[in-house]
Nanobody, 117 residues
């Protein structure tokens, strides 16, 4: 049974930092591209970035994340991380990790990040 579990969310003041984790189980984590998404209240879910397992972990980020967010992975722990710096109120959202296996998308339950000014 494929399972993704996010953790590390919480409340942080604007300008602060937070690191989220997502641990996978039930599938071969190594080699699997992993994605971070977020969904703010009243908005559609949007991609934050992703990490492959190629070349030491190639990453891509959307414009709103680039330069402030860093995705990394630890295959030994079947875990990816999302380090977030210089957070703003606009980063308030529920953050999800996602992967696709044999054409099926799998999502975690999400972890809430609330940034206050």
């Amino acid at each position: 049974q494929v399972r993704l579990m996010e953790s590390g969310g919480g409340e942080v003041q604007s300008g602060g930092s937070l690191t989220l984790s997502c641990t996978g189980s039930g599938f071969t984590f190594s080699g699997k591209p992993m994605h971070w998404y977020r969904q703010a209240p009243g908005k559609e879910r949007e991609l934050v970035g992703f990490i492959t397992d190629i070349g030491g972990g190639y990453q891509e980020y959307v414009d709103s994340s680039r330069g402030r967010f860093t995705i990394s992975r630890d295959n030994a722990k079947s875990t990816i991380y999302l380090q977030m710096h210089d957070l703003s109120v606009q980063d308030t959202a529920k953050y999800y990790c996602q992967t696709t296996i044999s054409g099926t998308q799998y999502w975690g339950q999400g972890t809430q990040v609330t940034v206050f000014s």
